[in-house]
């Protein structure tokens, strides 16, 4: 049951990311560009995910498990500390380079897109250096 929700979400958020332009690289650059010929039309795609994440995860914060009984794994840490302003920046910069983040990558994988195969490549890239280096930096 867990596989099938899973899988059912993952469809639902892939179609609203097709839907609403956030797996159209074209239309998250133009979003982005902000001193040229700037699109806005994605701030109510982000207005209406914050609307329906804010209660949802004000929800989550009182339950112990989740709707399918499994163990809630919420963020815990409130710190702004240098490693997630940096890693915030770098997220930002690979975002305005290419107008594809994570979710919409995978998305784009699934459409058959190359460039959607070469950004999960080279995010995969990036993870496997930053475990790397965490595991030297922790001796």
Same mark, same amino acid.
């Given at each position: 049951m867990t596989a099938l929700t899973a899988l059912l979400s993952g469809l639902v958020f892939g179609f609203g990311l097709l839907l609403s332009g956030m797996a159209d690289p074209a239309k998250v650059l133009a979003?982005?560009?902000?001193?040229?010929?700037?699109?806005?039309?994605?701030?109510? !795609?982000? @207005?209406? =995910?914050? *609307?329906?994440? !804010?209660? @949802?995860? =004000?929800? *989550?914060?009182?339950?112990? @498990?989740?709707?399918?009984?499994q163990p809630m794994q919420l963020p815990a840490a409130r710190q702004i500390d240098r490693r997630l302003v940096l890693g915030s920046l770098v997220f930002g910069v690979g975002w305005g380079m290419a107008g594809i983040c994570p979710g919409p990558a995978l998305v784009l994988v699934g459409a058959g897109q190359f460039k959607g195969l070469v950004f999960v490549l080279a995010m995969l890239a990036g993870m496997l250096l930053f475990a790397l280096l965490e595991r030297r930096r922790s001796r």
């Open positions: 979003f982005l560009d902000l001193a040229g010929a700037w699109d806005p039309s994605l701030m109510l !795609v982000m @207005a209406a =995910a914050i *609307a329906v994440g !804010v209660p @949802a995860f =004000a929800h *989550a914060r009182r339950m112990k @498990a989740s709707l399918l009984g």
